[in-house]
C-alpha cells in the first residue's frame, strides 16, 4: 500500500477526525501518576490525533509515520509540541537514538502485512526501555474491504497477539473496550503489556 498517496488523495477512510474512542475512555480513567514525566511512541501516527490525545493527558509525545503529507497535516492540526518523525517503525536503525517509555498502538500493527509481526514486536522490543509498556487497541475482525481485497487492515485475534508478545513482553491486562467507534464496535481488544528486560 502507497501511504503517502493516500494521504495526497486525502483517501484516508481509516483516520476518524478525532482520537480513538477507546484511547480517550482509557485516558479518562489513567492514573497519571503511573505515567510521570513518560514518553510515549505513536507508530503510524497519521495525522496525529491519538498523538494529540497523550499530549493533553501530559506526556512527551512522539508520532511516528512513513508519509510526510500526514505528519505535515498533523504539524498544522496540532503544532510542535508534539515531536513528529517521518519514518517506519520497522527499522529498529531508528530504535537506538530513543529511550521510550511508552508504546501506544492503534491502527499500525493492522496495516501491515502479517508476515511483518514479527519485526514489529522485535521493534517495539527496541523502541521501548526495559520495563517499558506497551498498551495495544487491536482490530481483531476489520469490516471487509470495499474493493474486496485482503487489507489491509488485517485482523488478527488474542492467540496470535499472545503468541508473538509473551517472547519478550509480559501481559498485564486484556478487555474489550468500553467505547468504540460504531465501525468498530466489538471488533477491537485492548491489551497492555510490559516490556521485559
Known amino acids: 500500500m502507497d501511504w503517502e498517496q493516500s494521504y495526497l488523495e486525502k483517501n484516508v477512510p481509516w483516520d476518524l ?32 490525533h491519538d498523538a494529540e490525545a497523550w499530549r493533553r493527558f501530559g506526556l512527551e509525545v512522539t508520532g511516528l509515520d512513513l508519509s510526510p503529507t500526514a505528519l505535515k497535516s498533523a504539524r498544522n492540526l496540532y503544532g ?16 537506538p537514538k530513543h529511550s521510550i517509555d511508552m508504546i501506544f498502538e492503534h491502527t499500525c500493527f493492522c496495516a501491515i502485512d502479517p508476515e511483518q509481526r514479527k519485526n514489529y514486536v522485535r521493534s517495539a522490543r527496541h523502541w521501548l526501555v526495559p520495563g517499558g509498556k506497551f498498551l495495544g487497541l487491536f482490530f481483531t475482525d476489520p469490516p471487509p474491504r470495499e474493493d474486496g481485497g ?3 487492515p488485517f485482523g488478527t485475534d488474542l492467540q496470535e497477539l499472545r503468541g508473538l508478545f509473551e517472547e519478550v513482553f509480559t501481559i498485564t491486562r486484556e478487555r474489550s473496550p468500553d467505547r468504540s467507534h460504531p465501525d468498530r464496535l466489538g471488533r477491537e481488544v485492548i491489551i497492555e503489556m510490559v516490556r521485559n528486560p
Open 150 to 152: 485482503a487489507g489491509p
Open 80 to 95: 510542535k509540541s508534539i515531536r513528529w518523525m517521518e519514518g517506519d517503525f520497522l527499522d529498529t536503525s531508528l530504535a
Open 17 to 48: 477526525g478525532e482520537p480513538a474512542p477507546p484511547l480517550i475512555s482509557l485516558l479518562e480513567h489513567y492514573d497519571r501518576s503511573l505515567l510521570a514525566s513518560s514518553t510515549v511512541l505513536v507508530p503510524g501516527c497519521g495525522y496525529g
